[in-house]
């Protein structure tokens, strides 16, 4: 199956300031997505990243808080915005392998304080 | 509803077998998932079904699937220790979305 890179692994960032996080997918994959885990919590889909045209958002997020991007089949970035110590949660990235499922990244650990 | 939901906690003894069960919501899901994750570590992928499917045997892992009822179990013969970390159903939901939707996860423990 395809192999997730994912960076930063963890970070800890000072309120009101923001972070890219990276994923780099090792093959072209069509369907990207990154979810949030918040502290003890399951993991919630924060938007489906599309290659050529904009993020499709889930409710309760949106992209003045969270702008990706997809510029290519490989690689997407997700930016949390204006942190505040609720953005502190373990973010994502997850690609669909057809008849395989979900691969995801190992993660990154964000720390907002 | 949206939920997937899962009992939060099992209890096994080393050696014995563990059940973890959830029950999902879409009934046009054509994937179900189960996912492991240990302590400060990532999703690890343990098994799916297609929905066309009863029953899927890999190891140790058993996972039976009840269609009419919406029920999914993971069944882990001879628990170790190392199996104790948490375990996430997921479905996934075949509209156009092609999202992914979790359960809340149930701890496993694993005593000695």
């Known amino acids: 199956s395809a192999v997730i890179s994912q960076k930063p692994s963890r970070d800890i960032c000072q309120r009101g300031t923001s972070l890219t996080i990276q994923c780099q997918v090792d093959?072209?994959?069509?369907?990207m997505f990154w979810y949030r885990q918040q502290p003890g919590q399951s993991l919630t889909l924060i938007a489906t990243a599309n290659q050529g045209s904009e993020a499709t958002y889930e409710s309760g997020f949106v992209i003045d808080k969270f702008p990706i991007s997809r510029p290519n089949l490989t690689f997407s970035t997700l930016t949390v915005s204006n942190m505040s110590p609720e953005d502190s949660s373990i973010y994502l990235c997850t690609i669909l392998v057809r008849d395989y499922g979900y691969t995801f990244g190992s993660g990154t650990r964000l720390t907002v304080v | 509803g949206e939920d997937v939901e899962q009992s939060l906690f099992l209890s096994v003894r080393e050696g014995d077998s563990s059940v973890i069960n959830c029950t999902y919501t879409?009934?046009?899901?054509?994937?179900l998932y189960w996912y492991k994750q240990e302590p400060g570590a990532g999703l690890q992928l343990l098994t799916y079904i297609f929905s066309n499917m009863d029953m899927k045997q890999d190891q140790r892992l058993t996972v039976l699937l009840n269609k009419k009822d919406k029920h999914l179990s993971l069944r882990i013969a001879d628990t170790q220790t190392g199996d104790s970390a948490i375990y996430f159903c997921?479905?996934?939901?075949?509209?156009?979305?092609?999202?992914?939707?979790f359960g809340s996860g149930t701890r496993l423990l694993v005593r000695p």
């Open positions: 997921a479905e996934l939901r075949m509209d156009s979305s092609y999202k992914l939707i």
């Open positions: 879409d009934s046009s899901s054509t994937y």
């Open positions: 093959s072209q994959v069509t369907m």
